[in-house]
């Protein structure tokens, strides 16, 4: 089992945190079955103020890079998805230059 700490903010604009929020209240089935079949066992987002910390939890042969883009693949609801979404999204200033959701380094484990 392999562990991720992603991060990314929304805009800065309440009305646009709310909507997200509320799209997460009811995510598309769609959504939630391609993201279990690339590996994902477990996602939780945390929010605090407009940023966004993504907790994963997914299978050993798991590989972002690799599986990512293979759940964009699945379904065009997928896509729609992801693309709706970045509509509220805005990398965070220490994204690497191809990176959306930035991946975070493991500081400590219990």
Not at 14 to 29: G, L, M, S, T
Not at 35 to 56: D, E, Q, V
Not at 74 to 103: F, G, I, N, S
Request: hydrophobic share 40%.
């Amino acid at each position: 089992m392999k562990h991720f700490g992603l991060t990314l903010n929304l805009k800065a604009d309440p009305d646009i945190i709310e909507q997200y929020k509320a799209y997460h209240r009811d995510v598309w089935p769609e959504v939630l079955a391609s993201l279990k079949t690339i590996g994902i066992t477990k996602m939780n987002i945390y929010l605090l103020g407009r940023r966004l910390f993504m907790a994963m939890e997914t299978v050993d042969e798991f590989d972002v890079e690799r599986d990512f883009p293979r759940y964009l693949e699945q379904h065009p609801r997928c896509r729609e998805w992801d693309e709706l979404m970045r509509t509220y999204q805005e990398p965070v200033p220490e994204a690497k230059p191809d990176e959306w959701w930035a991946l975070m380094e493991l500081a400590f484990e219990l």
